[in-house]
């Protein structure tokens, strides 16, 4: 799918990394966002689609929201996608200052709904 395909589409996002929370095996990695995955959706590892969900201040178990962006690494073999309430316009910065605490390890390129 071209990155440019899912933005503005509504998806429903399963949190297995709640808001708090540590990496489960990155321990220093602790989740300042909620981030999950969208079932049946298959990314670059071959596994469901990771998504971070912004715009969102609570620990959820689940989340349907609009794709404004996707996170792109250029040295990993998946995306991540930026889910957030339908109202909510965020820009590229706000959105990478948003996912630095992972996203700091890798090369990204950034696709965004809002500029």
Known sequence: MNSYDILGKMV???VDRPLGTYHPRHKSI?????YGYVEGIIAGDGADQDAYILGVD????SFTGKVIAVVHRLDD????????????IL???DIKNAVNFQEQFFTTKYF????
């Open 112 to 115: 965004c709904l809002y500029k």
């Open 58 to 61: 609570e620990p959820v178990k």
């Open 77 to 88: 073999v998946e995306d991540k996608w930026i889910v957030v309430p339908e109202d909510i």
């Open 30 to 34: 602790y989740y300042t966002v909620n």
């Open 91 to 93: 820009k590229e910065e």
């Open 12 to 14: 429903t996002v399963t």
